[in-house]
């Protein structure tokens, strides 16, 4: 069953969190870009980044060591206090550059210290993986949709200070959540952090099909996923109106409910074999981009890139959390998360200068032959194309499907 209290809990936890993420990224751009311009609103994104990526093992160690609830709840409620720090300085003045700042490398520090527990706590709070996995995917990209359009109304009709509090609402419910949970801690032996470091590092090494997916995917963020948001934006937006890219931009996220439903209608034996086949679809947003497709085309190429996005990554979430031994989950995740996600800001940051000297289509047109390179390349290492679907053995524990 998968509705238990317990679950309940840590589903409205994710989904109100996802909520006020993906609000966070408009209020920036709106609130700090009308006060400091576009350098204001990179130097505060950066000062959220930076931290994040700098603190993230440690993240999983510390997630390891105390428990993954205790330290989400504890991220939540520094990040309830940084989100209503800001808020208040927005509802009585104009907030010194340097505050932002600061509060936005709190929020970075504690998001590193909440991230690994997302997948370490999901094995705790239901005996599906999957079908938990699919739900909350879901759940977020409806969050995705509806929290750009909140933020754009609270911020048109109230200011940046009615933002900024919501967020911090959202932190608040999410603790309250968490702090209700009833799970249990897994055993390990004392040890330093360096020693946790170093062994959560062997043990992604000695995982074929975790560390060759890292792979791929710093080489997409660098190439794929960097260019395709800064380039797409510009592009669409300047080829078809500002409205065609928020149509595209729904357009993704109906896509991603429709491959989160697929996925929990029909778990594949293959996990990541089934989900790298579905990646060869996603370049068919960049391609019909470099293309200037017509609005139906582009709009039936993002709902593919949303589909198959989201069932990889449930595949993906669901087989870490899984096949890797429970006293290791969140230092793997740790590692993961950073593999997969430090490449982004330079497939970002390279993609304007790039375009700007061979034109923005054909740095799409690299995206998509990496994204084909990417996907087949997975397919061609066994450790990927034969990891089978764990299942629940009769004492509890989980074993692969051959």
């Known amino acids: 069953m998968l509705w238990t209290a317990t679950f309940t809990r840590y589903f409205i936890a994710r989904s109100v969190s996802a909520f006020g993420d993906a609000m966070l990224t408009v209020a920036a751009a709106l609130a700090v870009g009308g006060i400091y311009g576009a350098t204001g609103v990179g130097v505060v994104l950066a000062a959220w980044m930076v931290p994040f990526l700098g603190f993230i093992l440690f993240g999983g160690v510390f997630a390891d060591r105390i428990g993954a609830r205790p330290l989400m709840l504890a991220a939540d409620l520094i990040r309830l206090v940084a989100q209503a720090v ?3 300085a927005f ?14 490398a709190v929020s970075g520090t504690a998001a590193a210290m909440f991230q690994p527990g997302v ?3 999901v094995p705790q709070v239901t005996d599906d993986p999957n079908r938990a996995n699919a739900t909350i995917r879901m759940a977020n990209a409806v969050a995705e949709l509806l929290g750009p359009a909140a933020a754009g109304i609270l911020f048109g009709f109230f200011g940046a200070g009615l933002v900024y509090a919501v967020d911090a609402a959202t932190f608040a419910i999410s603790a309250l959540c968490l702090a209700g949970l009833r799970v249990g801690r897994v055993s390990r032996p004392a040890s330093s952090t360096i ?17 060759s997916v890292i792979l791929v995917w710093i080489a997409y963020g660098i190439f794929l996923f960097g260019p395709l948001i800064p380039l797409g934006a510009v592009l669409v937006s300047q080829n078809q109106g500002p409205s065609s890219y928020g149509w595209m931009q729904s357009a993704i996220g109906a ?3 429709v491959g989160g439903l697929l996925a929990l209608r029909f778990p594949p034996r293959r996990p990541l074999a089934t989900g790298a086949v579905a990646m060869f679809a996603f370049v068919l947003l960049p391609l019909a981009i470099a293309l200037h497709a017509e609005l139906p085309l582009l709009l039936a190429a993002a709902g593919a890139n949303g589909l198959v996005w989201a069932f990889w990554s449930i595949q993906w979430q669901t087989s870490v959390q899984t096949q890797t031994p429970p006293e290791l989950l969140n230092r793997m995740t740790s590692y ?13 940051a390279l993609a304007g200068p790039v375009a700007g000297a061979v034109g923005a289509e054909r740095v799409l047109g690299v995206s998509v032959v990496v ?9 061609l290492i066994p450790a990927v194309r034969r990891l089978g679907r764990a299942v629940p053995a009769e004492d509890g524990t989980r074993l692969q499907s051959r």
């Not at 020693?195 to 090494?205: A, M, N, P, Q």
């Open 86 to 88: 800001t808020a208040v």
């Open 91 to 104: 509802f009585t003045g104009t907030p010194p550059l340097w505050l932002l700042i600061t509060c936005s």
């Open 119 to 121: 997948n370490g706590i």
């Open 195 to 211: 020693k946790d470091l170093t062994e959560g590092w062997r043990e992604f090494r000695a995982r074929t099909w975790i560390w």
């Open 255 to 257: 896509g991603t409910i």
């Open 336 to 348: 993961e998360v950073l593999g997969s996600t430090g490449s982004l800001p330079i497939g970002q």
């Open 371 to 379: 994204g084909v390179l990417g996907s087949a390349t997975l397919l």
